[in-house]
């Protein structure tokens, strides 16, 4: 047998000013909090962004997906996106 004590069953008050409870019945800092997103992209012209990968021979596509790839992964937090 193990001489450790067992854990306390989870308090019911949380630990500090922001902390959320999971299902799992355990306390969770505010940064960990499911859902935090990142600031959202902005938006670009459809018919501009035609436009200008016309006139660029397709180069600009390059540049937009790697823009976009960019700002979702800022908005995800996650690497989603963009060049590694």
């Not at 800092?29 to 990968?53: F, H, K, N």
């Not at 790839?69 to 908005?75: A, H, I, M, S």
Request: proline fraction near 14%; aromatic fraction near 14%; glycine fraction near 14%.
């Amino acid at each position: 047998m193990s001489d450790t004590p067992p854990s306390p069953p989870p308090s019911d008050t949380p630990p500090g000013e922001g902390w959320w409870k999971a299902s799992d019945g355990n306390w969770y800092p505010p940064e960990q909090q499911p859902g935090a997103r990142g600031p959202i992209g902005r938006p670009r012209s459809t018919g501009l962004t035609i436009l200008v990968s016309i006139v660029t021979f397709g180069v600009w596509t390059w540049v937009w997906s790697y823009w976009n790839g960019e700002e979702l992964r800022t908005y995800r937090r996650d690497g989603l996106g963009g060049v590694a």
